[in-house]
């Protein structure tokens, strides 16, 4: 008597089918996870190589030239300015236009770092002194060309950098 090979019944098929399923959707499914992962590790370090070489090569540059230029409107505003206002030869004159119109074109007389860093009572030595470690006092300057209206706010800047970005 030969033995026939009892046909699985449908219900256990169709759950070995499912276990199969399952396991193929787990592997896949843990596939995506890891391919998720690596790709956020790949971006945060990417942004981290990406900030860390804008903070090394370009902050110091720019914290200079605007530190400068913040320190070169000080200059020109409150202490320039009100000098120039105060004293007795543009009392004589009374007109700002009359004394500062011929510096439009050729601009008022350089003024080194290190001037403007002890103009004004010295208060914006204690600011700015930063600015010495990276740029040569006398060599860096800055030129005033006052602009029409000549009021304490006209006026644009020529710089000249002798820094050490």
Known sequence: MTKVKAKPKASARASAKSRQKNRTKSASSSFSVRKLVLSIILVVMVIIIISTFYAFFFTKEQKIKS???ALASDYYENYFYENMVNSEEFKKINNTETALSKYHD??????????LLLSNDQKNYEKYHFL??????EKTTVIFYPD???KRTSYHTEYTYTCNF
Not at 106 to 115: F, W
Not at 132 to 137: I, K
């Open 67 to 69: 530190s400068l230029s």
């Open 132 to 137: 010495t470690d990276y740029c040569d006092e």
């Open 106 to 115: 050729k601009g008022l007389t350089p003024i080194s770092l290190n001037n």
């Open 148 to 150: 029409p209206p000549y």
